[in-house]
Every structure is written in C-alpha cells, then in structure tokens.
C-alpha cells in the first residue's frame, strides 16, 4: 500500500532500492488512472511508492521544476534520478520500471 507523505515528511520515508513519489491532486483525472496502477506495481515489483498531494503542499514540485500532474520523482537508495510526467498503461510502467531495476541492480 503507498504511503501518503508530505513535502516535510518525504524524504524521512524514502526507502533502499527503488521509491516511486507520486506527485497528484484530487482534480487531477489521470492521476486517479495513475495511482491504483502504481499501488498494484508496489505489490508485484521490488519498489516502494509514496503519494504527495501537491496542491496546496508544492515545495518538491517546485524543487523539480514540475510542470504538470502526474508526475513521478524516481529515487534509488534515497537519491533522485529521474522525473517521469504523465500516466501511462500498467505494461509501460511495468517495463520501464523492471529496466530500471535491472540497470541498477548492484550500484
């Protein structure tokens, strides 16, 4: 289950491997598509994921330079790495995120 967070409260729960942070907002459409796919991924893939609500909390957007929502900030071993914009298909994710474990298994 992903784990709801603040700007505050972010990085005290980024994990060891992999943490996708879902950035969203209640009006935001794709991101209700977005954020059970992630859950069902955090369950079936070595990643952990956190949700931030971004409106009215837009200190890490800001930090990021996000433009639009969804956007997921892509962490290994606590670290940022990649910034992802958009919803996609569960398949895509999945793909993306199983290369990028893959790329950085034993860094």
């Given at each position: 289950?992903?784990?709801a ?52 909390d ?46 950085h298994?034993?860094?």
């Open positions: 289950m992903p784990t967070v603040t700007s505050d409260t972010m990085t005290a729960n980024l994990k060891a491997g992999l943490t996708v942070v879902d950035l969203w907002a209640q009006w935001c459409g794709p991101c209700k598509i977005l954020s059970p796919l992630l859950a069902e991924l955090e369950h079936e893939l070595p990643l952990h994921v956190l949700t931030l609500n971004v409106e009215g837009t200190k890490v957007a800001d930090e990021f330079h996000v433009q639009s929502i969804p956007t997921m900030l892509l962490y290994w071993d606590g670290q940022p790495v990649e910034k992802v914009t958009g919803a996609y298909p569960k398949a895509k994710l999945r793909a993306h995120f199983t290369q990028f474990l893959e790329a298994d034993g860094k």
